[in-house]
């Protein structure tokens, strides 16, 4: 039986690691078996300027959390060692860091995650990874709109640059009709 301080230790890591979760968009649990030191820096390096805090945490402890925030599905991803990214603002971070991370690396493996208070197998992991940033996004968002104004706008002056003078663009809008309208 660990002593009273260790235990009380323990509780506070495991509330503090509920609170993190809890405020969190989202999350990944990884198995980092097998990297190297100077793989782990980068990997660390990307993930904090994204804003994403990584941890390695005991099964247990991250068990226990997990469990009290209702992920009970994630316990059978607890074994082995394991580590936890939690996103900052940009919900997709950790999953498309850690998925880029888990491509170029045979040991490093994606074991599961969650997304808005639900509990996301791998399969929807890696999904979330390859959606575009927010910025993508916006930027796909604005073009749409964008689109057929920029259309109008080259039509446009494609007829402008055809036509003179406007009564060459009225004759040109009228041949059309009255030859159809001969045959």
Known sequence: ????????????????????????????????????????????????????????????????????????????????????????EDVVAPARILNDYAKKHDNFKIKAGYLEGEVIDEAKVVSLANLPSREGLIAQVLYGFNFPITQLVIALDNIAKKTEDGEALVSSLVAPKAEAAAE
């Not at 968009?25 to 990297?35: F, H, N, R, T």
């Not at 941890?55 to 068990?63: A, E, H, S, Y």
């Open 1 to 88: 039986m660990p002593n009273a301080k260790v235990l009380e230790e323990k509780k506070a890591l495991v509330a503090s690691l509920v609170e993190k979760i809890k405020n969190s968009p989202s999350g990944v649990l990884v198995d980092y078996k097998g990297i190297t030191v100077e793989d782990d820096t980068k990997l660390r390096h990307d993930l904090r300027e994204a804003g994403v805090e990584y941890m390695v945490i005991k099964n247990t402890m991250l068990r226990f959390a997990a469990d009290e925030l209702g992920f009970n599905a994630l316990d059978e991803h607890l074994n082995g060692t394991t580590a936890l990214a939690i996103a900052g």
